[in-house]
């Protein structure tokens, strides 16, 4: 089984910075794409980050030149780095992962539990 387990998330205020970790554990053979979505109440979840195994990263408009994403495969962890945050990027994050946990079993995607980030004005 593959746990992602998300942290870093917290009270920050307008223009502040926040560094959100995604550790993933369990058995698996290799982790690729590692991503990082966020979703309000109300809103449908949206993608603001990924990264590939090549290191290969995408951004979301809204986040782009503000967030980084980075990995380390020697600690299985995914990174987001926020910096001039808005109240607007107030939400709930999760890291996302796709995952072969055997050579020869097809890769699978799984969730974290999600980490709160508030902004505040």
């Known amino acids: 089984q593959v746990q992602l387990v998300e942290s870093g998330g917290g009270l920050v205020q307008s223009g502040g910075s926040l560094r959100l970790s995604c550790a993933a554990s369990?058995?698996?053979?290799?982790?690729?794409?590692m991503r990082w979505y966020r979703q309000v109440p109300g809103k449908q979840r949206e993608l603001v980050a990924d990264?590939?195994?090549?290191?290969?990263?995408n951004y979301a408009d809204s986040v782009n030149g503000r967030f980084t994403v980075s990995r380390d495969d020697a600690k299985n962890t995914v990174y987001l780095q926020m910096n001039s945050l808005k109240t607007e990027d107030t939400a709930v994050y999760y890291c996302n992962a796709d995952v072969k946990t055997r050579v020869t079993i097809p890769m699978r995607n799984y969730w974290g539990q999600g980490t709160q980030v508030t902004v505040s004005s």
């Open positions: 369990g058995n698996f053979f290799n982790i690729y794409t």
């Open positions: 990264i590939t195994k090549d290191g290969n990263t």
